[in-house]
């Protein structure tokens, strides 16, 4: 018989009752180190007591009016968001995957009201993960996604990440945009080199393309800067972001400049419950915490702290991890023996974490972890992988 909650997930059998910070509590009672964060969602990691004060207040006033009615706390995000990047306006969305759905429109809008209906495609990088819808899985192009699923929307062509001659040899007249994540995040933490990202740059801008960043699990801090692109200093034209930015409530966005954005008039796109109230609530709270004063520097300095360690670990450990990288506290250990298993010794000895692409395992904590949630995951490790070789 068919489980109730359709089983299109190997689900953990672990439920959890409740959280506070970096740690969640099963219904046993037992303890768990939350270096999963919901997969990069939690960034202030569980029940921050400044979040829980804005979703009640709001909660107690007002919960949804659709966006046939202006909604102020879209208004004030939007305004901040665009004051704190490249973006002229934002267009509020439920899911990451949605906000991706928004830059593929937008580009698509972009291209035919510029004189160049032609230009409908897309470059896109191998190992990259743009979410679940069927433009999406069209995409990533992976068999685990696409198998059964077609015949999928034909409009993007796969390059290799990081690879500019690839990605210069695949642009015709009918290329709209370039769009990749500037951290593969599902596909094994993989960063771009900021000489990539600064070439991709330029070359949208010699053959007339839109430059996409999908920062949905890059973004809101994670890498120590805003955005993961700031690194590299330079700007995309349009960028959807999520995960994060609701700090566990359901909150995606996607940035654009107003030359991107020109097409998208009044009634070329919608959602019911996009940054509703309580959405922007949560939103305007998660940003008040990210941008205060000497938040994005202590994040920097604790991915610096945790870097190192896993880096000791790597190490001491060469028959179980081959190597750490990343940027910030978007951290991943590539793994020797397979990552799948040692995320399951990991768990069974406390500390979540989660697997992805190219046999790695992420390290998303919180970004409000301390040096005591660092020392408790670096023994965890320590100890996990002792175990494995024995
Ligand atoms: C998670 C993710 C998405 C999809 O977000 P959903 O909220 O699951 O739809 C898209 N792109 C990237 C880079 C992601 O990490």
Avoid at 5 to 17: C, K, L, Q, S
Wanted: aromatic share 6%; hydrophobic share 45%; glycine share 10%.
């Amino acid at each position: 018989m068919i489980p109730v909650v359709m089983p299109t997930y190997a689900r953990i059998d672990v439920v959890f009752e409740r959280g506070e910070g970096a740690y969640l509590w099963d219904t046993t009672g037992r303890r768990f180190l939350d270096f999963t964060s919901g997969i990069a969602v939690n960034a202030l990691g569980h029940a921050h007591p400044y979040l829980v004060q804005k979703l009640t207040e709001q909660a107690h006033k007002l919960w949804h009016t659709s966006n046939l009615f202006r909604v102020a706390g879209q208004e004030s995000l939007a305004k901040r968001l665009t004051e704190l990047t490249f973006a002229d306006t934002v267009f509020f969305t439920n899911s990451g995957v949605e906000a991706w759905e928004c830059a593929v429109k937008v580009v698509r809008k972009y291209q035919h009201d510029t004189g160049h209906p032609e230009k409908t495609r897309f470059i896109v990088a191998g190992g990259a993960f743009h979410g679940r819808s069927t433009t999406a899985i069209a995409a990533a192009k992976s068999e685990k996604m696409v198998g059964g699923f077609g015949p999928l929307l034909d409009a993007f062509d796969q390059v290799a990440f990081d690879n500019l001659n690839e990605l210069r040899a695949a642009i015709t007249p009918q290329t709209a945009a370039i769009m990749v994540e500037p951290i593969l995040g599902e596909g094994g933490i993989r960063p771009a080199s900021v000489e990539y990202l600064r070439a991709l740059r330029e070359t949208a801008d010699e053959f007339g393309l839109l430059l996409v960043f999908d920062e949905i699990q890059s973004g809101v801090g994670r890498t120590g800067r805003l955005f993961a692109h700031e690194w590299a200093g330079i700007t995309p034209d349009v960028m959807p972001i999520a995960k994060g930015i609701g700090g566990g409530f359901p909150v995606g966005a996607c940035l654009a400049t107003e030359k991107a954005a020109v097409g998208m008039v009044p009634g070329t796109h919608g959602s019911t419950f996009g940054g509703n109230p309580l959405a922007m609530a949560v939103g305007n709270a998660v940003l008040d915490v990210v941008t205060a004063p000497g938040f994005l520097e202590q994040v920097q300095a604790t991915g610096a702290k945790l870097e190192a360690a896993l880096k000791g670990l790597v190490e001491r450990h060469p028959g179980v991890l081959a190597e750490a990288r990343g940027k910030g506290l978007m951290l991943g250990l590539k793994c020797v023996t397979p990552n799948a298993e040692l995320v399951t010794r990991l768990r069974d000895n406390g500390l979540l974490v989660v697997a992805a692409a190219d046999n790695v395992i992420r390290v998303l904590p919180p970004l409000t972890i301390g040096d005591a949630e660092i020392a408790e995951a670096v023994s965890i490790i320590d100890k996990t992988c002792r175990e494995v070789l024995a």
